[in-house]
């Protein structure tokens, strides 16, 4: 036992950072962890200051999936918000870009949990794999249905139906994650991209993430549906605030102000 919190929060100017804090059961998710993680998401999402969030682990794990043990004694994992899916952040919606900073191996639900951020940085000793078949499951966390829309379906199918490793070079040659660092580089290579991402206007980029997912599950980039919901988007966008002062500050040849309106 252990009167560590099972997640840690801090804002490191307008990133949010959540840090999973069960480095002995390699950051696996039990009810607390699920409660922390959602409830901090739900604090990056309402906190007008904060422009991007992070979620990295303690020790040599990212996280290593579901605290069997608890599971096996009977205990209750998912938390008191199912609906925010596996670790409180799985089929958790938030409207600001997420990045993954993946510290070590992020096996089973760790590998989804990545998968549910935006980006990812991942460090060169670090490892991600979806199990789950071999122990009679299968990647229910949103591998099964995450892993084939950001790889080679090809790729993806070996990944799920053989439960193998793969290792950070794999991961970032296949476009899984956007940078590789090394082990002490990882949390300053993911602060130094969430403020650059951060650096540009909230509500545009609240939208822009908007768009790119609702427009994925449109599934063809030639739809009707796709195109009304860009347009939609450009409306909101274009007479706002940010808009406004983006355009002023360029012609004036200075930084941005940004409102967030």
């Not at 002995?24 to 990056?44: F, H, P, R, T």
């Not at 794999?129 to 122990?135: C, D, M």
């Not at 099964?144 to 790889?151: G, M, S």
């Not at 650059?196 to 939208?207: M, R, S, Y």
């Amino acid at each position: 036992m252990t009167d560590e919190p099972a997640v840690l929060y801090h804002r490191d100017g307008t990133v949010g950072v959540i840090t999973l804090n069960r480095p002995k059961a390699m950051n696996s998710a039990n009810a607390a962890l699920s409660d922390l993680v959602g409830e901090y998401l739900e604090q990056i999402a309402a906190d007008p200051e904060v422009r991007v969030g992070v979620i990295t682990g303690t020790g040599r794990a990212f996280c290593a999936g579901m605290d069997l043990k608890a599971f096996a004694a009977g205990e209750d994992v998912a938390g008191k918000h199912p609906e925010w899916g596996f670790a409180g952040a799985a089929q958790h919606w938030i409207d600001k870009p997420l990045i993954a900073a993946v510290n070590g191996f992020a096996f089973g639900g760790g590998a989804e949990l990545m998968l549910a951020c935006d980006l990812a940085v991942i460090s060169s000793t670090a490892s991600i794999a979806v199990p789950e078949v071999k122990r009679g499951l299968f990647a229910a966390g949103g591998g099964a249905v995450r892993l084939a829309r950001l790889l080679p379906r090809r790729l993806a199918a070996e990944l799920l139906l053989t439960g193998r490793p793969l290792t950070a070079p794999e991961a970032l040659a296949a476009g899984l994650v956007n940078r590789m660092v090394e082990p002490d580089e990882l949390m300053p290579a993911t602060l130094e991209l969430a403020r650059e991402i951060g650096a540009n206007a909230p509500l545009a980029l609240q939208v822009t993430k908007q768009v790119m997912y609702r427009s994925l599950a449109a599934g063809d980039d030639w739809t009707d549906e796709a195109w009304a919901e860009n347009a939609a988007a450009f409306a909101k966008i274009a007479v706002s605030a940010d808009a406004a002062e983006g355009a002023t500050a360029f012609a004036e040849k200075r930084d941005p102000v940004w409102t967030g309106k």
